[in-house]
């Protein structure tokens, strides 16, 4: 919760911001100086140990106060740092690599033989982590490291091997001269493991930016913040002993007025968020505002836990309500599922009746078409023998035709026409004979007959004469050649028993119209079985001479001709 914040107040911060108040003259520079100054006493104090610990170690002896340069070029090769270390806790660096190049101090960017550089710094740094003190980077041997993490590690070691040497009993004390005097931090090993947090506050004037996590961390402490004790020191440095106690005075009226003006303001916050949660409608009891913090807070709590049980006992009952909605829903659906369990019962019972008559009615059709089957088969046999019969009939049709004569010759008497004397020489006409009467001779009349297939009298119709020759017609359709042709004299009656009269009627259609009609019903009659191609040529005879009589151009073609073959 927000509001828990403003519950901590800090004696040490209101302190700190009064004396930041007071100590506004002092100013950043002084702080960097001041810094430098005290990281500079600190590396001093680490050569004076390590020379007085180790002495000329490969002709590379620290200078007493060196620069930073110096100091990271020195102990770069770690032959310093190992040596140190194995004086203190023999073995610990359980093989030192040293090189000829050791004589030489190796300026920055210069490579040290890499086998020295990882085992000798390696070595040092695994061992100094196996007993527990703080570490450093082996980057920070190079330019641009961290000199100071080196210092705080070599400086814990001194602290340890200072412990060693009282003995190792109790508890360790570190940095009580390991700090220049004016840091005035006090550097307290309880154990191994509070070394990150001993390392993390001798960094604090390194690093500004870790200033409030380590404000937090000795306010938990109850040890004055590092920043509170420079802060001090600046203030109270440059003042003559009488004006101390007017200061500290002063600055004190200035810290109660500020801490009772934080507490008045925390007032003011909690009694706004008890406003607040009063206003939403939680059942919060009047509640006084005590001046003790503590006192609010523990009242909050138990009003919290009032809100906490209500809020409890309204989500069960709304639970309960939800749960009996629930329940009328439930039983809604379970009258529709019901409904349409009956529903889906009805259906299934017409589906089956449907079903029923779906077979029932299948089973009629495939019957039906059982017979229809057996009625088809026997059609195709009728007709396979209709075919068969009829290629019979046409055979002995034929053979009927060709028994009467394959050339066949009638003899047609055509009437008197009017005007002409009606005198005949035509004795007797019966079916097949004429007589002929002829003219006297030597005063004796003398009479011939003549036989033919058939005689046709004066008297007998176009039809009459085309009824006998249609058998022939029809021959031509089983692909027989038939050939009619009328001969006789001029003005005999050729033209009128071929073709009709000039005037052509159903009457007097002579044999070509009354052939080819009979043809074109024959064909269309047998238009399942066969297809015929039809073409007719009309010729005449004449003195010798044939010529084709269907050219209407009004040429008089002769033969030989050659016309198309139109279907
Ligand atoms: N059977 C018949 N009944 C009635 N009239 C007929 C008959 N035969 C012929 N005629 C008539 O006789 C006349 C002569 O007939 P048609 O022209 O047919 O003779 P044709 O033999 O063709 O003569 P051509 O050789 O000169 O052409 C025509 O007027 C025709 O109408």
């Given amino acids: 919760m927000a509001s828990e914040g403003f519950f901590s107040i800090s004696v040490a911060s209101v302190l700190e911001d009064v004396l930041k108040e007071h100590g506004k003259r002092l100013s950043d520079m002084d702080l960097a100086s001041r810094k430098a100054e005290e990281a500079a006493a600190r590396r001093y104090e680490v050569a004076r140990w390590l020379r007085k610990t180790v002495g000329v170690v490969g002709a590379k002896d620290l200078p007493e106060e060196p620069s930073e340069d110096e100091f990271r070029l020195g102990l770069r090769s770690g032959l310093i740092l190992c040596n140190a270390l194995n004086k203190i806790q023999p073995a610990a660096v359980p093989k030192i690599v040293a090189s000829s190049g050791d004589s030489v101090v190796m300026p920055d960017g210069a490579p040290l033989s890499a086998y020295q550089y990882f085992e000798n710094v390696r070595n040092f740094l695994v061992a100094v982590q196996d007993i527990g003190l703080p570490t450093f980077e082996v980057s ?105 106690p007017a200061l500290v005075e002063s600055m004190l009226s200035k810290f109660m007025k500020e801490f009772g003006r934080r507490i008045a303001s925390q007032n003011e916050l909690v009694k706004t968020a008890i406003k607040g949660l009063q206003d939403d409608g939680k059942s919060f009891s009047k509640m006084k505002i005590p001046a003790d913090p503590s006192s609010a807070i523990s009242e909050f709590k138990k009003e919290k836990e009032v809100v906490k049980c209500t809020r409890l006992k309204e989500n069960f009952h709304n639970n309960m309500k939800h749960e009996e909605a629930s329940k009328e829903q439930l039983l809604k659906q379970y009258s529709i599922i019901d409904r349409q369990q009956r529903d889906i019962q009805l259906l299934r019972r017409d589906l089956q009746t449907a079903r029923a008559g779906m ?47 394959s050339i066949r010759v009638y003899c047609r008497v055509r009437p008197f026409l009017p005007g002409q004397i009606r005198s005949s020489n035509v004795g007797c006409i019966d079916d097949e004979n004429i007589t002929i009467i002829t003219p006297a001779k030597y005063g004796k009349e003398g009479q011939r007959t003549f036989t033919f297939n058939k005689v046709f009298g004066p008297a007998a119709s176009q039809e009459e004469v085309f009824s006998d020759t249609q058998p022939l017609i029809r021959s031509v359709l089983d692909g027989y050649n038939v050939c009619i042709f009328a001969y006789g004299q001029t003005g005999s009656g050729k033209t009128y028993t071929m073709s009709g009269a000039k005037v052509v009627n159903t009457q007097n259609m002579g044999v070509n119209y009354r052939a080819l009609s009979d043809l074109f019903n024959l064909a269309e009659k047998r238009r399942g079985t066969f297809t015929y191609n039809i073409a007719v040529q ?26 198309p073959i139109h279907g």
């Fill in 359 to 405: 077979e029932f009615m299948q089973m009629k059709y495939l019957e039906e078409i059982h017979v229809v089957g057996k009625h088809m088969h026997s059609l195709a046999n009728a007709a396979s023998g209709y075919h068969k019969v009829l290629a019979e009939n046409r055979k002995l049709y034929n053979q009927v035709q060709d028994l009467k004569g």
């Fill in 538 to 563: 009309m010729i005449e005879i004449y003195n010798e001479q044939v010529r084709d009589l269907l050219v209407c151009d009004g040429l008089n073609r002769r033969y030989p001709f050659s016309w």
């Fill in 140 to 244: 920070d041997l190079e330019q641009g490291g961290k000199s100071s993490r080196i210092v705080n590690c070599v400086l814990a070691l001194k602290s340890y091997s200072e412990w060693r040497q009282m003995g190792s009993g109790g508890s360790w004390k570190f940095g009580g001269n390991a700090r220049p005097s004016i840091s005035g931090k006090a550097f307290m090993r309880k154990n191994f493991d509070p070394f990150s947090n001993s390392l993390a506050r001798s960094q604090f004037m390194d690093d500004r930016e870790s200033s409030e996590q380590n404000l937090n961390q000795v306010e938990s402490s109850e040890m004055p913040s590092p920043s509170l004790n420079v802060l001090v020191h600046a203030i109270l440095s440059d003042k003559k002993p009488e004006e101390v």
